[in-house]
């Protein structure tokens, strides 16, 4: 990978739900993980379709849209998985701070050796998907540790940081799942410094009609939660005193 250019799949402008604001989202082609449910799929690998873009020119389109990013707004780099191309992405973050830009990074936070990053961006959106080893060998052949500490490292920094849940029904649910969530949430609260965040993603089939038009096979099949799941993790999470939004 050369450190000068990314490759995208996607770019555009989205309010608030890619960091705050009105921010300039890039959607970092390549994933390492392999969520049945992605909305993306298209994004999974770095293919002919990617599109390279130099740091200089993402550079220079984030500054001509400055005016735009109202709200604290700035550039997003979201996937696939931002962290997969970390070099270019820290080249890119570290010449928008000195245009005094805000920046964001939407990741899985399983890669080991990413504080750099998890440091250098000014606000975090990191999944947390499953606190069961088991289950998250089903989407990625990593150790939920690592995702752990890159969560703690991030928190222990005092920086902003949201952790979302995608919450679908089949994987991460249960009883036990509810504990493990919430025991992890708490350890994470303990020691992060600054603004901890937390956000259910209740799971939806936006990306189903992507699968069959590329002729791939959608395999979720219960997936979708209850409004009683949804209340059981949310109702969890803040009688622990922790902070539940919505963006
Ligand atoms: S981590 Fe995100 S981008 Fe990667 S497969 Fe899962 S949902 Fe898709």
Not at 53 to 66: F, G, N, P, Q, R
Not at 156 to 167: A, C, F, H, S
Not at 215 to 233: Q, R, S
């Amino acid at each position: 990978m050369h450190d000068d250019s990314l490759f995208i799949f996607q770019k555009g402008f989205n309010y608030s739900q890619d960091g705050p604001g009105n921010r300039l989202v890039y959607h970092l082609s390549g994933c390492n993980m392999h969520c049945p449910w992605c909305a993306n799929p298209e994004g999974l690998s770095q293919c002919d379709s990617s599109t390279k873009i130099t740091v200089d020119e993402l550079v220079a389109e984030a500054v001509s849209s400055k005016l735009i990013f109202i709200d604290a707004g700035g550039v997003t780099f979201t996937g696939g998985e931002a962290s997969l191309q970390k070099e270019a992405v820290l080249k890119a973050i570290n010449r928008l701070k000195a245009e005094g830009i805000s920046t964001c990074i939407e990741t899985n936070a399983s890669l080991p050796n990413c504080e750099d990053l998890l440091d250098a961006a000014d606000y975090v959106i990191a999944d947390y998907k499953t606190p069961s080893n088991n289950r998250l060998k089903e989407i990625y052949h990593g150790e939920i540790s690592t995702i752990e500490e890159n969560l703690l490292f991030r928190a222990k920094t005092g920086k902003p940081l949201l952790v979302r849940i995608p919450l679908v029904h089949y994987f991460n649910c249960s009883e036990d799942d509810t504990k493990g969530f919430l025991e992890f949430f708490t350890r994470l609260r303990k020691e992060a410094l600054g603004e901890l965040n937390f956000e259910i993603l209740p799971y939806h089939e936006f990306g189903k009609e992507k699968y069959i038009k590329a002729g791939m096979e959608y395999t979720v099949t219960d997936g979708f939660v209850t409004d009683n799941d949804i209340k059981k993790l949310a109702s969890a999470i803040t009688n622990a005193d922790l902070t539940l939004i919505n963006t």
